[in-house]
């Protein structure tokens, strides 16, 4: 018998301006909700056509970009230049350093430009590891679906159906879960590792039996770390299907110093990033006289 986790708390994403013109809701990286490693910002993003997230740096942490509708666009110092699409996800790897532009792609249909995007923090020792990019393409991600339920396995396991492997360097599992009303489902997740619940679409019920919590769409869901599955259900009489991303990951037991997209761990190293940056060393070499055509 699996220990079902507790909810330690439900959490409101705020939504703010972000990057130029960009709106996002933020949950994890706000006031309300900080240290809870290995994660540092999750920004449910809506990227309007004239906005976006023109030429900036990375250091130290690994950016996960899910795409729900639209198209994002990203291209870098390194030459490395691409676009995701609905349901594509892009693993980015700043280690020592990237400067990149994420814009959003003109669609054709008009569909708006939504997303999640994940910041993942690099554990000490790989903090200044060479910076890499892996697309996960819609059709590599494994579905699994069955009684009312389906689920997107991006990273991890599901149901017994393991997701492509080594996506990140930090071991993180998403999974993107949708229950038609009157079904439930029962997911595992690696005891001891944080995780959540953030709830796309509809609302959701989360917990055992005579003991649920709603969790109402833009909402996210901490749990406890003791326990082996997440009890999640849609009520029979909902409008219609609840979407959470459920996502895990092992906590690195490290200090976070954070200034904006630098995230070291002492505040020297964050002061050291600024010095590498607007001097083009150490890993930003190839910034100097560097712009994107994307972000222009
Ligand atoms: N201010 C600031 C500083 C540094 C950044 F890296 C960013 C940034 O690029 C993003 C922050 N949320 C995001 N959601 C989606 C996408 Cl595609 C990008 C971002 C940013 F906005
Ligand atoms: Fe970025």
């Known amino acids: 018998m699996s220990l079902s986790r507790a909810i330690r708390k439900v959490f409101l994403a705020v939504e703010q301006s972000e990057g130029a013109g960009a709106r996002v809701r933020r949950s994890i990286g706000t006031p309300q909700l900080r240290n809870f490693s290995p994660f540092l910002m999750l920004d449910h993003f809506h990227i309007a056509p004239g906005a976006g997230f023109p030429d900036h740096p990375h250091r130290g942490q690994e950016t996960i970009t899910y795409l729900i509708s639209g198209g994002v ?6 030459g490395n230049r691409g676009t995701i699409g609905p349901g594509d996800l892009q693993f980015m790897t700043a280690g020592r350093g990237i400067v990149h532009a994420e814009m959003p792609v003109q669609n054709a249909d008009g569909a708006e430009n ?3 995007q994940l910041w993942v923090d690099l554990p000490k020792a790989l903090k200044m590891v060479e910076p890499r990019y892996r697309d996960l393409k819609a059709e590599e991600v494994p579905v699994v679906e069955k009684d009312g339920v389906k689920i997107k396995v991006i990273s991890g396991r599901s149901q017994g159906v393991d997701s492509v492997k080594d996506l990140a360097y930090t071991p993180v599992w998403i999974l993107d879960v949708e229950v038609k009303p009157g ?4 997911q595992e997740l690696p005891e001891g590792w944080n995780a959540f619940g953030y709830v796309l679409e509809g609302e959701v ?3 055992d039996k005579g ?3 709603v969790v109402e769409r833009f909402h996210n869901v901490v749990f406890e770390q003791e326990g082996q599955v997440v009890k999640i259900e849609v009520d029979a009489g ?9 996502v895990a990951g092992t906590p690195l037991d490290q200090k976070v110093v954070q200034y904006g997209p630098f995230v070291l761990n002492s505040q020297e190293e964050v002061y050291q990033a600024f010095e590498d940056y607007q001097g083009f060393k150490n890993g930003f070499e190839r910034a100097k006289g560097w712009e994107s055509e994307i972000g222009k």
Request: hydrophobic share 45%; glycine share 14%; proline share 4%.
């Open 183 to 186: 079904r439930s489902v029962v």
């Open 238 to 246: 909902a409008e219609g299907p609840g979407r959470v991303v459920l």
């Open 114 to 116: 939504i997303g999640l």
């Open 73 to 78: 666009d990203h291209e870098d110092f390194a």
């Open 211 to 213: 003991a649920q919590t």
């Open 205 to 207: 019920l989360v917990g």
